[in-house]
């Protein structure tokens, strides 16, 4: 069983930068593919960017590509989001997930293990 835990979120202004963090336990780390995903109030969970076991193979969606920076540190057992120029649309809470798979994934339903989330408001 994989422990996620979210940390790095809070309140910035636009075009400010936050860095989320997901600290994994219990599991092999390396192991696992990583994927960020955020929930706006009144909205659904929806993909922000994904890394593979190695790094190989990474992506984001749309809304945020250029802006965002996804990395790992197999030694740490650490996922990582750099999140640049933020926008007040970019306010949700932001959620780590982890599967035990060789590729990144876009997909929620390929994802077995979710963090609690860390909430990120962009506001002036």
């Known amino acids: 069983q994989v422990q996620l835990v979210e940390s790095g979120g809070g309140l910035v202004q636009p075009e400010g930068s936050l860095r989320l963090s997901c600290a994994a336990s219990g599991g092999t780390f390396k192991l696992y593919s990583m994927g960020w995903f955020r929930q706006a109030p009144g909205k659904e969970r929806e993909f922000v960017a994904t890394?593979?076991?190695?790094?190989?193979?990474?992506f984001y969606a749309d809304s945020v590509r250029g802006r965002v920076t996804i990395t790992r540190d197999n030694a740490k057992n650490t996922v990582y989001l750099q999140m640049n120029n933020l926008q007040l649309d970019d306010t949700a809470a932001y959620y780590c997930?982890?599967?035990?798979?060789?590729?990144?994934?876009?997909?929620?339903?390929?994802?077995?293990?979710w963090g609690q989330g860390t909430q990120v408001t962009v506001s002036s």
């Open positions: 997930a982890a599967q035990f798979n060789f590729y990144a994934s876009t997909r929620e339903a390929d994802y077995n293990y």
């Open positions: 890394i593979s076991r190695t790094a190989n193979q990474i």
